[in-house]
């Protein structure tokens, strides 16, 4: 047993057979995006007893490796399930931090109130990511653009296939040594657009980060790939056709006069921790940043007369990546041989020196794990 800082134990049964430091360098030098995973995993079960009260119990460092669910697990009918996603970087004295984990753990408990799962108290994710990370230090990157991405997930595990909240849950984390998102340099990526599809509608899910509008997405990831683009923008077509988001990715414009748009949060669009920290990190900058509602024919439009400058998607995966062209069958917005933008690329710049120890943290957003 070891005690956190945070105050909750975690039980360690520690892998018996870790990987070799040499397969360890193999993945380390080339990590790409989600393909390795570390050596363990955090787990923590939450179970409704007899007398109807819930609690977390048996929270537990344990190896990496298949989870054994009951065939009527409710996760595997009904999708109750629900996750995060954030990185821990190694700094060039060999420390490990992450960024801004307490607004992770209180996103994931306002998607647990919209899947109708337990809230998770915030002790014990960050324990869980704490004891995690120092479980397997030794696969944090120390690369340029990388880091340790941690997937935190809450499943309903409980055996039944009756349509209700699940009165047996897990929460768990894995982590997986990532590259740069979209490999190579940074070139402005082609966005294609979703006319058919929506990921998200009133009242729905969208706000919440959730598999299930993960799932939603995908047919329209298969489009944009399929006509040569990276990712895919959603709009709201019963609202003017504005800007929602892309599937995993915020939006961005930067105006003429060096102010930054971005759609206001709709309860559609899901509220990211780096759409925050840009947020905040270009009023440091001395930019206005307006959240409000933007359009399609506005973004077309400001392209053209030179009133939008720049765009740009962002998110903890790929942090921070400029858009060069938007397009379907009937639009094509911005150029193929656009270059990365000069605020972009400072924005990006100062975040991602935050992140890794090279620009003072003045809001405090560091934890230090090891
Ligand atoms: C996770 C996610 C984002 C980005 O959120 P970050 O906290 O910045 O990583 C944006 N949109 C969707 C749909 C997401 O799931």
Sequence with gaps: MTQTAHGVE????????????EERAAVLANPGFGDYFTDHTAVVDYKVDADGNGGWQNARIEPYGPISLDPSAAVLHYGQEIFEGLK??????????????EANAARLNKSARRLALPELPEEYFLGAIRELVQADKEWVPSGDGEALYLRPFMIATEAFLGVRAAREVSFRVIASPAGNYFGGELKPVSIWISREYARAGRGGTGAAKCGGNYAASLIAQQEAEANGCKQVLFLDHFNDDAVEELGGMNVFFVMKDGSLVTPALSGTILEGVTRMSVIQVAK?????????????DEWRDGVASGEITEVFACGTAAVITPIGVLKDATEFIGSEDAKAGETTMAIREQLLGIQTGTVEDTHGWLTRLV
Excluded at 88 to 101: I, M
Excluded at 284 to 296: A, N, P, Q, S, W
């Design 88 to 101: 821990a970087y190694r700094h060039a004295d060999g420390s490990v931090w992450t960024f801004r984990p």
């Design 10 to 21: 975690f039980s360690q049964q520690l892998s018996e057979t870790p990987k070799s430091a």
């Design 284 to 296: 440091d900058m001395g930019r206005e940043v307006t959240e409000r509602k933007i359009t399609l």
